[in-house]
Structure formats: structure tokens, C-alpha cells
């Protein structure tokens, strides 16, 4: 059974940094590629940065230079380094793993930002 397992999530300061990890089990994992999104109270689930198979990176504009997803093949597992968190990063972040109509979803993990 296909299984994406967040952690990492916490309570920061702005200013701070945390280390999300999803750790996939059940895919063949360098088969996928791998994205993290995030969901802010009242808003829309959004894309925050995805990494291909072939290591190609991506980010959205509000986190690039800030963030930085990277991927381990050998520990099936997906990262995002997050630096200067600002209080608008504060969402529930959900790891997703994508090889074209397959589509699978991690049950998310909680940053919250806030002095």
C-alpha cells in the first residue's frame, strides 16, 4: 500500500528555518516526481516546490531563494529545507508524489510561523 509520511512540522519564529521530510514507501520512488504543497487557513492549496525525477527543480516565486527540495532515491524520501520563514509560510504542507495520472498524497504536516 502506497504510503507519503510527513514530519518536520513545528512552531518557528520568524526569521527561523525547519526541515520537512516525506518518507515514501509502497512506489517505486525514483520512478516519481515529488512535490510539496501548502494549504493556509481560508486559502487554496498551492504548489511550493516540486523535483523530477532527474533532479530538475522548481519552486513558486514566494519561496524561491528560501527554499530548497531535494530528494534522497537510496531512503525514498523527499526534503524541504525552509529558511527565513516568514509568517505567510504558516499552512498545512502536504508531500505529493506524480508519475503522470498516478497521483498520491501525504496527510500533511503543520508550520506555523509566529512570534
Known amino acids: 500500500q502506497v504510503q507519503l509520511v510527513e514530519s518536520g512540522g513545528g512552531l518557528v519564529q520568524p526569521g527561523g528555518s525547519l526541515r520537512l521530510s516525506c518518507a515514501a514507501s509502497?512506489?517505486?520512488?525514483?520512478?516519481?516526481?515529488m512535490n510539496w504543497y501548502r494549504q493556509a487557513p481560508g486559502k487554496q492549496r498551492d504548489a511550493v516546490a516540486g523535483i523530477t525525477r532527474s533532479g530538475s527543480t522548481n519552486y513558486a516565486d514566494s519561496v524561491k531563494g528560501r527554499f530548497t527540495i531535494s530528494r534522497d532515491n537510496t531512503k525514498n524520501t523527499v526534503y524541504l529545507q525552509m529558511d527565513s520563514l516568514k509568517p505567510d509560510d504558516t499552512a498545512v504542507y502536504y508531500c505529493n508524489a506524480r508519475m503522470n495520472y498516478l497521483d498520491y498524497w501525504g496527510k500533511g504536516t503543520l508550520v506555523t510561523v509566529s512570534t
Open positions: 509502497g512506489i517505486t520512488f525514483s520512478m516519481y516526481n
